[in-house]
C-alpha cells in the first residue's frame, strides 16, 4: 500500500453505504446457517435422532461460532500487527466463506455416520473464528463521523444489517421450500442457500478492503488502535462486563423471533413452514421500520431512553409467546417491532461508555461477550424450555435477558453520574 492511498479520503456517504452492505451479507450468511439449523440439519445430519433431540443438537452446533468469535478476535490482534487490519479481515473472510461452501457440499449422516455433525461442528468452529477476525472497527468509524445531534441515527445504520440480512436469508429458504418438493430441498437445494453467501461475501470484501485502506480524517484513528488485552482488562473491566450485559434482552430476542419460531412450528404446531416464512419477512420489513424509528427517537431523547422502552415493550412480547399455538402473527410481529427498537441502540450505546484509548479493543470484547451470553444459547434454551416445561418456561428466558438489561443501564449510568462523566446517551 502507498502512502498517498493510506490517506486517501471517503466521503460518509462511501462509509454508510459499505457498513449496510458489509452488515447485510454478514447477517444473510448468520441467518441462512441458523434457519437451516431448525429446517435442515436435523434431518441431515441427526436423523439417528428424534425430531426434538435431533433438533436441540442442532442448536448446540450452532453455538459453537459465537465461542469461537472471541478466541478469533485475540488472536486477531497479534495478526493484525503483522499483515495489518486488511489482511487480517481478508483473511478471517476467506475462513468464512471457504468454511460455508464446506458445510453446503457435505454428505449428511446416512453417507458418512457420525462424521457428518463432527465435521459440521468443526466448519462451525471455523466460520466463528471467521466471524471474530474480520471485526473491522466500520461501526466506530461511522459513529466518529456522525454530525453532533446524529449520533443516534448513524448508529443505527449498521444495525439495519440484521433484520435486513434476516428478510433475504428467510425470502431465499420461502423460495426453496416453496418450488422444490421436500425430497429435492433435503437433497440439494438446502446447499444453494449456502452457496450463496459465498457469492454475496466476495462482492462485500472488496467493499470493505476499500473502506479499510482509506479514513474519514485523523480525528477518528484513535477509533482502530488496539490496546494492549491487559491494560484493557485492568482499566475497563467493569464497563467491559456492563457493556456486554447492555443488549441482553434484544440479543436474546433476536433468536426469539426468529430461529425459534421456526422450529417451534415444526416440531410442535401443523403450521406450515411457508407461512411462518412469510410472517417473518412482514416482522423484518417492520424491524426494519423499528431500527430507524430508533435512531430518531435516540436524537430526540437519548439512547438510553430507547432502550429502557424496547425493554418494556420486550416485557409485553413474553406475554404473546403462548399465541405461537394458534395465532403466531401476534408474537412474531410485536416481537420483531420490538427487536428492531431494541436492536437499533444496542450497539451505538456502548463505545462512549469506553475512554478513546480502550474504544475500539473495549467494544469488540463487550460485542463478542454480548452474542455468547445473549444470543449464542437462545435457540437451544428457548426450545430446551418450550419442550420441557412449556412456552411459558421460555418466555421467563426471555424476560431474564430484558432484567439484565435493565440492570446493566442502571449501574452503568451511576457509575458514570459518580465520576461526572453522566452523558445524554
Known amino acids: 500500500m502507498t502512502s498517498a492511498t493510506a490517506h486517501d479520503t471517503v466521503t460518509i456517504e462511501d462509509v454508510v453505504i459499505t457498513v449496510v452492505m458489509a452488515r447485510v451479507t454478514d447477517f444473510f450468511g448468520f441467518f441462512v446457517y441458523a434457519i437451516a439449523s431448525a429446517l435442515v440439519f436435523p434431518t441431515i445430519f441427526f436423523p439417528h435422532l428424534d425430531q426434538v433431540t435431533g433438533t436441540l443438537w442442532s442448536f448446540a452446533l450452532f453455538s459453537l461460532a459465537f465461542l469461537a468469535r472471541p478466541i478469533a478476535s485475540l488472536a486477531g490482534r497479534s495478526l493484525q500487527q503483522k499483515i495489518g487490519r486488511t489482511g487480517k479481515v481478508t483473511l478471517a473472510l476467506m475462513l468464512l466463506g471457504t468454511s460455508t461452501v464446506a458445510i453446503g457440499l457435505m454428505p449428511g449422516y446416512d453417507e458418512i455416520g457420525i462424521m457428518a455433525p463432527v465435521l459440521l461442528g468443526v466448519f462451525r468452529v471455523i466460520q466463528g473464528l471467521g466471524l471474530g477476525g474480520a471485526w473491522d472497527g466500520i461501526t466506530l468509524q461511522l459513529k466518529a463521523a456522525a454530525p453532533k445531534h446524529r449520533e443516534g441515527m448513524y448508529g443505527m445504520i449498521p444495525q ?6 434476516f428478510c433475504v436469508a428467510a425470502a431465499l429458504f420461502f423460495v426453496l421450500t416453496g418450488f422444490l418438493t421436500e425430497e429435492e430441498f433435503f437433497t440439494y437445494g438446502w446447499r444453494f442457500a449456502f452457496f450463496a453467501v459465498m457469492a454475496v ?23 482502530f488502535r488496539s490496546a494492549p488485552i491487559a491494560d484493557l482488562v485492568r482499566a475497563e473491566w467493569r464497563t467491559i462486563l456492563l457493556s456486554a450485559l447492555l443488549p441482553l434482552a434484544s440479543y436474546a430476542l433476536f433468536h426469539m423471533v426468529t430461529v425459534f419460531p421456526i422450529s417451534y412450528a415444526v416440531l410442535f404446531t401443523e403450521q406450515p413452514v411457508s407461512q411462518i416464512l412469510v410472517l417473518q419477512m412482514i416482522g423484518g420489513t417492520l424491524a426494519i421500520c423499528a431500527v430507524i424509528l430508533s435512531g430518531v427517537l435516540a436524537d430526540r431523547m437519548s439512547k438510553r431512553a430507547v432502550l429502557l422502552l424496547s425493554a418494556l415493550l420486550i416485557v409485553v412480547v413474553c406475554f404473546t409467546i403462548v399465541t405461537l399455538n394458534t395465532a403466531p402473527s401476534v408474537y412474531i410481529l410485536l416481537g420483531f417491532v420490538a427487536l428492531g427498537l431494541s436492536y437499533g441502540q444496542s450497539s451505538s450505546i456502548v463505545p462512549n461508555r469506553f475512554r478513546p484509548e480502550f474504544r475500539y479493543s473495549g467494544s469488540a470484547m463487550a460485542t463478542n461477550l454480548s452474542w455468547i451470553l445473549g444470543a449464542a444459547f437462545a435457540p437451544l434454551l428457548g426450545l430446551l424450555l418450550a419442550s420441557t416445561f412449556g412456552l411459558w418456561a421460555a418466555a421467563l428466558y426471555l ?9 446493566a443501564l442502571s449501574l452503568l449510568q451511576r457509575g458514570m453520574t459518580r465520576k461526572g462523566e453522566a452523558k445524554a446517551d
Not at 205 to 222: E, K, N
Request: no cysteine.
Open 201 to 223: 461475501n466476495v462482492v462485500s470484501l472488496f467493499a470493505r478492503l476499500r473502506l479499510l485502506q482509506t479514513t474519514l480524517g485523523d480525528d477518528v484513528d484513535i477509533s
Open 160 to 165: 439495519l444489517g440484521g433484520p435486513v440480512g
Open 399 to 407: 424476560l431474564s435477558g430484558v432484567v439484565m438489561t435493565v440492570l
